[in-house]
């Protein structure tokens, strides 16, 4: 009778555990995302003359023209092309 009962809460706990490490890991890819962005993030806010509000609207514009990639390929793709003047 003990064996049956311990079982599905272990199972509970190594779900919950998947799921603890899951986010864990989601948050250090964010993290690692943020630290890789954030140079570029500002040149293309210099680029932009301190208007966030451009750059967000140009990256969006490229997140439609080229959708399931990353925030670092667009930000580079956006500096690309204003350093290109279109």
């Given at each position: 009778?003990?064996?049956?009962?311990s079982?599905?809460?272990?199972?509970?706990?190594?779900?919950?555990?998947?799921?603890?490490?899951?986010?864990?890991?989601?948050w250090?890819?964010?993290?690692?995302?943020?630290?890789?962005?954030?140079?570029l993030?500002?040149?293309?806010?210099?680029?932009?003359?301190?208007?966030?509000?451009v750059?967000?609207?140009?990256?969006?514009?490229?997140?439609?023209?080229?959708?399931?990639?990353?925030?670092?390929?667009?930000l580079e793709?956006?500096?690309?092309?204003?350093?290109?003047?279109?």
């Amino acid at each position: 009778m003990l064996l049956t009962l311990s079982r599905p809460r272990q199972l509970r706990w190594g779900k919950k555990l998947g799921l603890w490490l899951s986010n864990l890991r989601k948050w250090w890819q964010d993290l690692q995302e943020g630290i890789e962005c954030a140079p570029l993030e500002q040149r293309l806010n210099e680029l932009v003359k301190r208007r966030w509000d451009v750059a967000e609207r140009l990256l969006k514009a490229q997140k439609l023209r080229n959708p399931n990639q990353k925030r670092k390929w667009y930000l580079e793709k956006v500096i690309y092309d204003l350093k290109r003047g279109r």
